[in-house]
């Protein structure tokens, strides 16, 4: 199992590195990349043809502002895309949100809240849990755990009240 996590620039990294964590956890390869698409786009669409080829099934990409990254990313391969919009400007994400919601036709981007790294990751992980049963049933485990502390808080929630 195989995911590229690029990021628009530096900057960018401590917003994705939940995501990152999160794949790794679950024994999920991680290619990670700062590429921007307007300042490294010939390295980008180089690492982008290294995953169209290497086995890489998702690619999660972050970016602010324009947020040009995922739609790029998405342009030059049919893996399915993730993208991130990173809060930074002044206008706190909202145009990269934007930026990236509005992919033309033919050309998806998923795409997760603002800063929604973790999010990314779990799209991710289920996307590639089709192919892999394990990962699969990782998941469903995952899915349980969080039931039963959500459960837990509720009952210590209901006797303090």
Do not use: W
């Amino acid at each position: 199992m195989k995911a590229a996590v690029i990021m628009g620039s530096a900057s960018d990294a401590s917003k994705v590195e939940g995501c990152i964590q999160i794949l790794k956890d679950f024994g999920v390869e991680v290619s990670v990349r700062a590429l921007s698409a307007h300042r490294a786009h010939e390295a980008l669409s180089q690492f982008v043809e290294e995953c169209n080829n290497d086995g890489t099934e998702v690619i999660i990409t972050a970016a602010g502002m324009a947020a040009a990254l995922p739609g790029v990313v998405a342009s030059q391969t049919v893996l399915p895309v993730i993208g991130v919009p990173i809060a930074g400007s002044n206008l706190d994400g909202m145009d990269a949100l934007l930026s990236i919601v509005q992919m033309p036709s033919g050309i998806p981007v998923a795409t997760v809240a603002i800063n929604g790294g973790k999010n990314a990751a779990y799209l991710a992980l289920q996307i590639m849990a089709n192919k892999h049963a394990s990962l699969k049933e990782q998941l469903l485990a995952h899915r349980k755990q969080m039931n039963e502390a959500c459960l837990k808080t509720n009952e210590e929630i209901s006797k303090k009240y």
